[in-house]
């Protein structure tokens, strides 16, 4: 571990609600190891009481503590404080793209809503519930996912243009690349991906990838598979057809 | 006076929405009730997604020779004999199918050669047994969990703290919180109400164990009027992260282990040969959290109080692929390269074991309408529970209760709500706004995590037990006076303020437990008593509320049909 050069830290952390709110800084006395989490807990226990901070694991493993370290959506029970420069204020804000309850806590139900309108797995009629590692491996990629929504928050779909109404952002289209390459799924989602989730909209900037703090290649490996079965689905009629003809076992 | 709080009505309301909370759910609406769950974090955030390792469940994918006899006999063994052999036999009868059934809904495990479920090794388990998803199955069996529970269509109330129940006579009435994020009151009337809020691991300061488990609902449960059973049993598991400071106490997979990790001390010893030949780091968690902590204490521990955990003669793409949250973990948090060099562990509070009694087939405690399932509840684990045998303890127990909760809403009649119990609790939660002097809750949290570590550990004794009950008595004099800061708008520390009111609750009820059972026995190890007593061994201590008064109480242990005694007399085949 490497020894830290600085006793203390000041956090820059944002105050305040849906209508107002400033920066307000924070001395924070370091320790080896320390995180962004762990100095945000130091402020709630000695400086702050009412700080609103989500987290729950301090693991890496809930997706609960995002926020925007210095300008960089990261998870912040991830982000060791010596790897920021400490010689100047860390800057904590709470995640762009979702409206701030308060503090570092922002309302992120509307995702909850997009999840609700992917189709659930369903297995094809008279199944062998057999599969080879090779094949889930693949999906397992996808159900990494500890929904921390940074990918959502840095899409600039969502968090410049704002179109939530048309759009699901790339956690569902990660959601429904573990569905539609499940090897047992029987159902075809391009309609919903095409129509609700808006995937069109996504031009493969691969912002979200660079967040992804479980390391899902989210653009080439989700979201580029299922934008071409929508275009197979839906601009391609021979093989509509024959799709058609023989209720072909999915790939 | 109701414009003061919403009220949501439901046939069955469920409080928790882990494991155990949503596949009661799923259950309880497969039988046409309305349902309603209440979580104190977002959706998918419970404690269950933290679970690494696997869920046991005799499947005999593996090892041929498995079945659920050999499971139950496991199970017992690993309890020394004071579960409830009924949900033992019923929990290692049922695993099987539960495990098929979350496949069956979409979950993804690790396969086999020939397309099976795989089952890795595991502590206290005779074959290989748990079926995995590398070392984050927790996340595929809640992800599984919320999304068909989502789509089936229960109404989900997500932070929420729920702060008591309410009661029409003598059964169960519905249930009072506030929501965490505006701070406003709510009232949730239903007909049968099932508790599956976890434990009570952030009462001590080492812990695997998030913010959230405060021991809720053994409080909530207690205060209404039931019993809680086995306090005394808390489970340390031996392997949780000791450096740095930061990162004290996260969990370090038992997979680790399952899949060949060598414990050893500073001298290079691999010392569970001398602790447990036969099983050694494959020995239950009781006696390998006992192993390491004895190391330490004399003196050969490591640089950090520990001892090391080594994976690293295993092919590096072997443990990056088994066990990728470990190598993700230690890299980025203690910069240590497990494909390279050993880890450091040290024993972590964990599990408990103890909780809500409740019936074996039904899962309802004493209170008509009253249910609780997983951690909350008590029975399946005795005095040690093995690893593995949580995730399917919340799938078997989960549905049984989910199942039992509908069938009483169905032959029931709307309760009455008693409003003056809604006012006064109204007025507590709104108390310390108003106390104009009086301390915040951090110190007092912090000062209750120093006793239970310092004093209700690993190993105990009558001096340091009694000690901790009068520190406790101090704890909840001075949370008696608990002053908040701020307007009730997420505000954290009005939050823990609850928390350490169940926390202290529960807190007191492991340590009157702890000090009244004298003898060693699972995770219960008295200095001042060490060897099992035979007459300990028939008894459980059972915590009742008597007139306001925490009052403890001795119940038989069940006895066993003799088809199972037969059963657990039989070896077990052991490879």
Known sequence: MAEVPFAEATLQIFRGNRED???????????????????????????????????????????????????????????????????????????????????????????????????????????????????????????????????????HVLRDHGKQEQFGGPRFFVRTASLEMHPLDGVSRAHVLKEELGIGLCNITKCCTEVCPEDIHITDNAIIPLKERVVDEFYDPLLRLVRKIRSAKKI | MTSRYEVHEHDVLIIGAGGAGLRAAIEALSQGVRVGIVCKSLLGKAHTVMAEGGIAAAMANVDTSDDWRAHFRDTMRGGKFLNNWRMAQLHAQEAPERVRELEQWGALFDRTEDGNILQRAFGGHTF???????????????????????????????ECTITRLLKDGNRVAGAFGYWREQGRFVVFRAKSVVICTGGIGKAWKITSNSWEYTGDGMALAYEAGADLMDMEFVQFHPTGMVWPPGVQGILVTEAVRGEGGILRNKNGERFMERYDPKKLELSTRDVVARSIY????????????????????????????????????????????????????????????????????????????????????????????????????????????????????????????????????????????????????????????????????????????RRALSEIET?????????????????????????????????????????????????????????????????????????????????????????????????SGAK
């Open chain 2, 128 to 158: 290989k047994r748990l079926c995995h998803v590398g070392d984050r199955t927790g996340l595929e069996m809640i992800r599984t969990l919320q999304d068909r529970g989502v789509h089936l269509g229960i109404d989900v109330y997500m």
């Open chain 1, 21 to 155: 709110g400033k920066t307000v800084d924070y001395r924070v006395p370091l320790v080896p190891g320390m995180v962004v989490l762990d100095a945000l807990h130091w402020v709630q226990s000695h400086q702050a009481p009412d700080l609103a901070v989500r987290w729950n694991c301090k693991a890496g493993k809930c997706g609960s503590c995002s926020a925007e370290v210095n300008g960089r959506p990261r998870l912040t029970c991830k982000t060791r404080m010596d790897s920021l420069p400490l010689d100047q204020p860390i800057t904590i804000f709470p995640m762009k793209a979702f409206p701030v309850i308060k503090d570092l806590v922002t309302d992120v139900s509307w995702n909850f809503s997009v999840n609700r309108k992917i189709p659930p797995f369903q297995p094809r009629a008279g199944v062998v519930w057999k599969m080879d590692q090779r094949d889930v491996d693949r999906v397992q990629e996808f159900r990494k996912c500890i929904e921390c929504f940074l990918c959502q928050n840095v899409c």
């Open chain 2, 294 to 465: 004895t190391e330490v204490r004399e003196n050969r521990g490591t640089e950090h109080g520990g001892a090391y955990l080594d994976i690293s003669h295993k092919p590096a793409d072997y443990v990056k692929r088994k066990l990728p949250s470990m190598y993700h973990q230690f890299l980025e948090l203690a910069d240590v390269d497990i494909t390279r060099e050993p880890m450091e562990v040290g024993p972590t509070c964990h599990y408990m074991m103890g909780g809500i009694r409740v019936d074996a087939e039904t899962a309802q405690t004493s209170i008509p309408g009253l249910f609780a399932a997983g951690e909350a509840a008590v029975g399946l684990h005795g005095a040690n529970r093995l690893g593995g045998n949580s995730l399917s303890d919340l799938l078997v127990f989960g549905r049984r209760a989910g199942l039992a909760a509908a069938e009483h809403a169905r032959g029931t009649e709307t309760p009455t709500i008693d409003y003056s119990h809604i006012d006064e609790s109204v007025q507590q939660m709104l108390a310390p706004f108003e106390r104009l002097d009086g301390e915040g809750p951090y110190a007092i949290h912090s000062d209750l995590q120093t006793t239970m570590q310092g004093l209700v550990g690993i190993f105990r004794c009558e001096e340091d037990l």
């Open chain 2, 475 to 571: 704890l909840k004099e001075r949370a008696a006076r608990v002053h908040v800061e701020g307007s009730r708008l997420f505000n954290p520390g009005w939050h823990l303020v609850w928390d350490l009111h169940s926390m202290l609750t529960i807190a007191e009820a492991v340590t009157r437990s702890a000090l009244a059972r004298r003898e060693s026995r699972g995770a219960h190890s008295r200095i001042d008593y060490p060897a099992l007593d035979d007459a300990w061994g028939k008894k459980h201590n059972v915590v009742v509320r008597n007139a306001g008064t925490m009052t403890l109480v001795e119940a038989p242990v069940l006895e066993m049909p003799d088809d199972l005694k037969q059963l657990l007399a039989e070896d």
